[in-house]
């Protein structure tokens, strides 16, 4: 399955969509933006500001987009065809950039990881880039005939060698070249649609185990895969590509002006510019399309219109539409058929046996090419010798109970009582084995949760602790579990469900949280839990001896003495975590435990945020009061870091801070209860800003001692003193 996750803007387009050229990486979460006019720019995609702007003359015009070389750390661009333009992230002007004028015009320039640009001019020649700054002036001869221009180009690496591939047109006829350059061989294959009134509009590599292909759509909406066998020998000197229709697009009866496809795995394209269904009166709409089972995944409508363009790094799609750049994250999750099969829910309540198990055969092909499918039976472990088992007769005063066959075992725990289950169940577990113990395990706790369900008094504890402490079961497999245990307010099994399940819905987790922050202490006391290492560091308010010393070491930016003297409004506050320079946590231990495992659990921010807004005024206040005190804790450390296990990192508590913020922004900054808790946040952010505007000082006074150069002396002692201010 795939999905389009929250959309954002990264930068305004001055004339619209069809003012922007191109879109390419430039390093981690960064891209460099080139635009239609004279500019180039360079944005950081997490936080959708530009690090760098460069503009050329009024008199030039960019005709090439900016690429950025990794292996040097720069950027080129091409203006007025022929010029190039190679700049660094410190240059200001790019006017005093480095500046070479070619023989020829160049088409594009591309570039791999870790490997050298190549520059592909319009005559179809390949050169490295590197060969061109030695003699900008040699001669560039032409690959292809007079008349033919070139209409899509991208690189590869076959072999540990790039390979440029164009596609060029002329008089309606389409031809792919495949040009090495070690050795120096050009192939040159032939489009052929069958249909004369049909025109290729976009094409893509393709990269699958079976080998590359390269992928078009054409204006009738068919999208065709061909197969690229770049190192058959051929006497031919023009080949005809074999191509196969992966996919027909629907509303497509009349030609399309214009389209893009874009691969994202192996199983997922994404199309822009075409209706994602015949109800569909918007033509510029983004579909992710799977092409193994030619079905419609996810869309998006752009009523604005968009250019056409297309691009997509490092999980997110760049679309230029209206007079914005949008970046929209997707994921694409593997698919397969048992996968969408086992997605559909059953209207029939009742819990089937683990015998019945789908014969795929008989689904796909009929019932004549069925083969009998053995039921799956309990496999237990292998029994004793005899001679073993006469010798033992004497030693087993207490025999354990045999256990029972599967299907009576998922019979009889739909009526038995909890302790028999328990002590079947434990039988059970000591003769499962990995082979099929997951499902085996997910019966259980399925049969075992609906009839919690059905009756009221009805909740085998124990025996769904057993369950869970097997770490077969996961959220999806048993999805009932934890409303059960919500419902039963059982602490210590949704902490376990909370450490063990890694796919537990954000809803859910706010549901337990929302439980964690409202149950009382003296309900608390009376559950056993796992509390870990938490003791480790939560020190809660008793009266102790460490209270009579004073804080005054300063690290991780972190110190009282600095809390006292930036003042959110310049009056004196009192903090509620602080007694006589100590910290002492505001809940208690078992809560702290409980709410640990929440900031340890899994979310997307889109999902998690409508969820945290249920949370009253008093819950968040005091959520924010525990975070807070974490946060305070770890800056008491070098490490920024408290030992133990299950304890939540730095960037965790930090995460969870501006959820609860962002959530309920309104109400904190309403709300009087919450002014105490918000002047202490903003204080500690005071602190980190200190602290980091003088790390950056003194990272500017080493840098300019690292770069001092050493003055040679001829006397035999010296002494040299330096001073950083």
Same mark, same amino acid.
């Given at each position: 399955?795939?999905?389009?996750?929250?959309?954002?803007?990264?930068?305004?387009? $001055?004339?619209?969509?069809?003012?922007?050229?191109?879109?390419?990486?430039?390093?981690?979460?960064?891209?460099?933006?080139?635009?239609?006019?004279?500019?180039?720019?360079?944005?950081?995609?997490?936080?959708?500001?530009?690090?760098?702007?460069?503009?050329?003359?009024?008199?030039?015009?960019?005709?090439?987009?900016?690429?950025?070389?990794?292996?040097?750390?720069?950027?080129?661009?091409?203006?007025?065809?022929?010029?190039?333009?190679?700049?660094?992230?410190?240059?200001?002007?790019?006017?005093?950039?480095?500046?070479?004028?070619?023989?020829?015009?160049? !088409?594009?320039?591309?570039?791999?990881?870790?490997?050298?640009?190549?520059?592909?001019?319009?005559?179809?020649?390949?050169?490295?880039?590197?060969?061109?700054?030695?003699?900008?002036?040699?001669?560039?001869?032409?690959?292809?005939?007079?008349?033919?221009?070139?209409?899509?180009?991208?690189?590869?690496?076959?072999?540990?060698?790039?390979?440029?591939?164009?596609?060029?047109?002329?008089?309606?006829?389409?031809?792919?070249?495949?040009?090495?350059?070690?050795?120096?061989?050009?192939?040159?294959?032939?489009?052929?649609?069958?249909?004369?009134?049909?025109? $290729?509009?976009?094409?893509?590599?393709?990269?699958?185990?079976?080998?590359?292909?390269?992928?078009?759509?054409?204006?009738?909406?068919?999208?065709?895969?061909?197969?690229?066998?770049?190192?058959?020998?051929?006497?031919?000197?023009?080949?005809?590509?074999?191509?196969?229709?992966?996919?027909?697009?629907?509303?497509?009866?009349?030609?399309?002006?214009?389209?893009?496809?874009?691969?994202?795995?192996?199983?997922?394209?994404?199309?822009?510019?075409?209706? !994602?269904?015949?109800?569909?009166?918007?033509?510029?709409?983004?579909?992710?399309?799977?092409?193994?089972?030619?079905?419609?995944?996810?869309?998006?409508?752009?009523?604005?219109?968009?250019?056409?363009?297309?691009?997509?790094?490092?999980?997110?799609?760049?679309?230029?539409?209206?007079?914005?750049?949008?970046?929209?994250?997707?994921?694409?999750?593997?698919?397969?058929?048992?996968?969408?099969?086992?997605?559909?829910?059953?209207?029939?309540?009742?819990?089937?046996?683990?015998?019945?198990?789908?014969?795929?055969?008989?689904?796909?092909?009929?019932?004549?090419?069925?083969?009998?499918?053995?039921?799956?039976?309990?496999?237990?472990?292998?029994?004793? $010798?005899?001679?073993?088992?006469?010798?033992?007769?004497?030693?087993?005063?207490?025999?354990?109970?045999?256990?029972?066959?599967?299907?009576?075992?998922?019979?009889?725990?739909?009526?038995?009582?909890?302790?028999?289950?328990?002590?079947?169940?434990?039988?059970?577990?000591?003769?499962?084995?990995?082979?099929?113990?997951?499902?085996?395990?997910?019966?259980?706790?399925?049969?075992?949760?609906?009839?919690?369900?059905?009756?009221?008094?009805?909740?085998?504890?124990?025996?769904?602790?057993?369950?869970?402490?097997?770490?077969?079961?996961?959220?999806?497999?048993?999805?009932?579990?934890?409303?059960?245990?919500?419902?039963?307010?059982? !602490?210590?099994?949704?902490?376990?469900?909370?450490?063990?399940?890694?796919?537990?819905?954000?809803?859910?987790?706010?549901?337990?949280?929302?439980?964690?922050?409202?149950?009382?202490?003296?309900?608390?006391?009376?559950?056993?839990?796992?509390?870990?290492?938490?003791?480790?560091?939560?020190?809660?308010?008793?009266?102790?001896?460490?209270?009579?010393?004073?804080?005054?070491?300063?690290?991780?930016?972190?110190?009282?003495?600095?809390?006292?003297?930036?003042?959110?409004?310049?009056?004196?506050?009192?903090? $509620?975590?602080?007694?006589?320079?100590?910290?002492?946590?505001?809940?208690?231990?078992?809560?702290?435990?409980?709410?640990?495992?929440?900031?340890?659990?899994? !979310?997307?921010?889109?999902?998690?945020?409508?969820?945290?807004?249920?949370?009253?005024?008093?819950?968040?206040?005091?959520?924010?009061?525990?975070?807070?005190?974490?946060?305070?804790?770890?800056?008491?450390?070098?490490?920024?870091?408290?030992?133990?296990?299950?304890?939540?990192?730095?960037?965790?508590?930090?995460?969870?801070?501006?959820?609860?913020?962002?959530?309920?922004?309104?109400?904190?900054?309403?709300?009087?209860?919450?002014?105490?808790?918000?002047?202490?946040?903003?204080?500690?952010?005071?602190?980190?800003?200190?602290?980091?505007?003088?790390?950056?000082?003194?990272?500017?006074?080493?840098?300019?001692?690292?770069?001092?150069?050493?003055?040679?002396?001829?006397?035999?002692?010296?002494?040299?003193?330096?001073?950083?201010?």
């Amino acid at each position: 399955m795939a999905q389009l996750c929250e959309e954002f803007t990264l930068c305004g387009l $001055p004339s619209g969509g069809g003012g922007l050229r191109a879109v390419g990486p430039a390093g981690l979460d960064r891209v460099i933006v080139t635009h239609e006019d004279r500019t180039v720019t360079v944005y950081k995609v997490s936080d959708q500001k530009p690090l760098g702007s460069w503009t050329v003359k009024q008199t030039q015009k960019i005709s090439c987009p900016a690429i950025y070389n990794n292996l040097t750390g720069e950027y080129v661009v091409v203006h007025d065809h022929k010029v190039l333009r190679i700049w660094k992230d410190e240059d200001v002007n790019l006017e005093k950039s480095f500046k070479a004028t070619l023989a020829a015009d160049i !088409y594009q320039i591309h570039t791999l990881p870790d490997t050298e640009p190549l520059v592909l001019f319009e005559g179809g020649s390949v050169r490295q880039l590197d060969a061109l700054l030695s003699a900008p002036q040699q001669e560039i001869e032409s690959v292809i005939s007079k008349g033919e221009v070139i209409r899509w180009s991208d690189v590869l690496l076959e072999a540990g060698s790039p390979v440029i591939l164009f596609v060029t047109e002329k008089d309606g006829l389409f031809h792919l070249y495949a040009q090495k350059l070690n050795p120096n061989i050009c192939h040159k294959f032939k489009l052929d649609s069958g249909d004369k009134n049909v025109r $290729p509009l976009s094409f893509v590599l393709c990269f699958k185990q079976e080998g590359i292909s390269l992928m078009c759509l054409y204006s009738s909406g068919c999208i065709y895969e061909m197969p690229l066998l770049l190192n058959r020998n051929s006497t031919e000197k023009v080949q005809i590509l074999p191509q196969s229709l992966l996919l027909k697009l629907p509303n497509c009866e009349t030609s399309l002006d214009h389209a893009t496809i874009l691969v994202l795995d192996e199983t997922h394209v994404a199309v822009l510019g075409v209706p !994602y269904s015949h109800q569909c009166t918007v033509k510029d709409c983004l579909s992710i399309w799977n092409i193994s089972f030619q079905t419609l995944q996810a869309w998006k409508e752009f009523p604005e219109g968009s250019s056409g363009q297309l691009w997509c790094f490092n999980g997110k799609l760049f679309v230029p539409h209206g007079k914005v750049l949008t970046v929209i994250p997707f994921t694409c999750e593997i698919s397969s058929l048992a996968v969408v099969l086992g997605k559909l829910k059953q209207p029939d309540a009742a819990v089937k046996s683990v015998s019945s198990i789908v014969n795929w055969n008989t689904m796909l092909r009929g019932a004549q090419s069925a083969q009998p499918v053995p039921t799956p039976e309990l496999i237990l472990s292998k029994p004793e $010798p005899k001679r073993r088992l006469r010798n033992r007769k004497s030693q087993d005063v207490n025999p354990q109970p045999q256990p029972l066959p599967l299907d009576q075992f998922l019979t009889e725990i739909q009526s038995s009582t909890k302790e028999k289950i328990d002590e079947q169940l434990k039988s059970l577990m000591r003769n499962l084995q990995q082979s099929n113990a997951q499902l085996i395990i997910a019966q259980i706790a399925t049969i075992l949760v609906s009839r919690c369900k059905t009756q009221v008094k009805f909740y085998p504890q124990k025996a769904l602790v057993s369950i869970l402490k097997t770490q077969m079961l996961s959220y999806s497999l048993c999805p009932d579990l934890m409303a059960v245990a919500l419902d039963e307010a059982d !602490y210590s099994m949704l902490q376990l469900c909370l450490q063990h399940f890694p796919d537990i819905p954000e809803a859910v987790t706010c549901a337990c949280l929302k439980l964690f922050l409202s149950v009382s202490d003296s309900d608390l006391e009376k559950v056993a839990l796992d509390l870990g290492s938490v003791a480790s560091y939560v020190e809660l308010d008793q009266p102790s001896s460490k209270a009579e010393e004073k804080m005054e070491i300063v690290e991780n930016g972190f110190s009282p003495l600095l809390l006292e003297e930036d003042s959110y409004d310049g009056k004196e506050t009192s903090d $509620p975590l602080q007694s006589d320079g100590i910290l002492t946590c505001p809940i208690s231990l078992k809560r702290a435990v409980l709410l640990n495992e929440i900031l340890l659990s899994s !979310y997307s921010e889109t999902f998690l945020l409508p969820c945290l807004k249920d949370l009253s005024v008093p819950q968040v206040v005091l959520f924010l009061r525990y975070v807070e005190y974490l946060y305070m804790k770890q800056c008491e450390t070098t490490s920024a870091e408290i030992p133990g296990d299950r304890i939540p990192t730095v960037n965790q508590v930090l995460d969870w801070i501006s959820l609860l913020l962002d959530a309920h922004f309104t109400v904190l900054v309403m709300a009087t209860e919450t002014r105490g808790v918000i002047t202490n946040l903003h204080k500690l952010i005071k602190c980190q800003v200190k602290l980091c505007s003088q790390l950056s000082k003194i990272e500017g006074s080493l840098q300019n001692v690292r770069e001092l150069k050493s003055q040679k002396s001829d006397a035999l002692y010296s002494i040299e003193v330096i001073k950083i201010f």
